[in-house]
């Protein structure tokens, strides 16, 4: 009888990783990789982090699944942990087991509380792939032949005053606002400060509910605990994932307190949300966060990093340029990124593509001198010149 076939939702990179340390992973042939992929971010944390792998192979000892008709104190433990970085103006949390859930739970509590059905979103956004998420999605390429939810697309950092009319006039239509504070699929754009604030109170004006995704920019990536903050944005709902459970697949929403009667009743439900696994996870991973000063060090690295690619590279006519926040950086090229990203993973680097032209590096904090030197020497050996 024939096996089966694994469908691949992404193009195979003709590489067997077989295990990682923090940073670093090895392929079947023992060879080392400095790993600036992460598994498009989740990693942020580290691999195999002993702070975090401890945990959840305790919480796996002593229980495997716990219904959220249940308590339990892996879930406990985990709301805890998140009260200590939430924003000081979120009073609920809703958990879910990847970023596009999380979208999807946010989207819900929206249309719920605001009885509106229309949603805003950005040019060059990436929200995930299930139909409401993929509803805000940008790419109509993701979008073509699915049945999507009504949403509106506006230009990203766009003039302020344009960005606010263009909200305003949406009027009582309009449930939410959901907006990346550094696009990450869209080509590592960060948001512009008067631009981000003028879609804030724009949403306020318009009794729209500013949703915010972090879930690839969040949980100290940016050099911040959360990207909105370097942005003193104030919003109504943040979507987490990806770093949040050191590279398990969980994520929540994070929303003011008033909202949080939105989704209970079972308007909204998943068998695995709060697993114990991935609560225990949530609960090591904000302990690492604080004792690591983890938003710190990724600012720091970031920094180093940004300004030896800058170096490396200025005055290469086929690169456009630099740019980012923190460890969430992008080397934008004025030619298809995949033959750069080849030539990298050969030389011992691994890293992804973002829109259509922008080689993406997303490594985890713990990224030392010497890697920061070794990922911009072969970046600069990889691009065109």
């Not at 989207?107 to 605001?114: R, V, Y």
């Not at 003011?256 to 949300?273: D, I, K, P």
């Not at 690169?319 to 298809?336: K, P, Q, S, T």
């Amino acid at each position: 009888m024939a096996g089966l076939r694994l469908v691949r939702y992404y193009g195979s990179r003709g590489l067997r990783i077989v295990r990682g340390r923090m940073q670093y992973v090895w392929d079947d042939r023992g060879r080392r990789y400095i790993d600036a992929h992460t598994g498009n971010g989740a990693a942020f944390l580290g691999h195999a982090n002993p702070a975090i792998a401890g945990r959840v192979s305790e919480a796996l000892g002593e229980l495997a699944a716990c219904s959220l008709s249940f308590d339990c104190p892996h879930r406990e433990e985990a709301v805890r942990a998140l009260s200590r970085v939430a924003p000081p103006h979120m009073g609920a949390v809703a958990f879910a087991n990847s970023g596009a859930e999380a979208v999807e739970a946010a989207l819900k509590m929206a249309w719920a509380h605001t009885g509106r059905r229309l949603v805003a979103a950005f040019r060059g956004s990436f929200h995930g792939r299930t139909l409401g998420a993929l509803s805000v999605t940008w790419n109509p390429r993701y979008r073509r032949g699915f049945p999507v939810v009504e949403a509106v697309f506006l230009p990203y950092n766009s003039d302020p005053a344009e960005a606010h009319s263009a909200i305003t006039k949406l009027g009582p239509r309009l449930a939410a606002v959901i907006v990346e504070p550094v696009q990450g699929e869209g080509g590592v754009v960060p948001g512009e400060r008067e631009f981000l604030r003028a879609v804030g109170e724009a949403a306020r004006e318009s009794g729209a509910l500013l949703v915010v995704d972090e879930i690839q920019a969040g949980f100290g990536r940016t050099g911040r605990v959360w990207a909105h903050e370097h942005y003193g944005l104030e919003p109504d709902i943040v979507t987490a994932g990806k770093a949040l459970g050191g590279g398990l697949p969980v994520s929540a929403v994070l929303a003011r307190g008033e909202l949080a009667g939105a989704l209970e009743g079972g308007r909204h439900g998943s068998t695995h949300a709060g697993n114990p696994a991935a609560m225990a996870a949530v609960a090591a991973a904000v302990d690492v966060l604080l004792s690591d000063d983890v938003p710190a060090r990724a600012r720091e690295a970031g920094s180093r990093l940004a300004s030896r690619l800058r170096g490396l590279l200025e005055g290469r006519r086929a690169v456009r340029g630099v740019r980012g926040l923190g460890l969430m950086l992008g080397v934008d090229l004025r030619a298809n990124p995949a033959p750069t990203l080849r030539c990298m993973q050969e030389r011992g680097v691994l890293a992804s593509k973002a829109g259509v032209s922008v080689v993406r590096l997303l490594p985890p904090y713990m990224l030392s001198p010497g890697d920061v030197e070794e990922v911009a020497s072969v970046v600069a050996e990889c691009a065109p010149g």
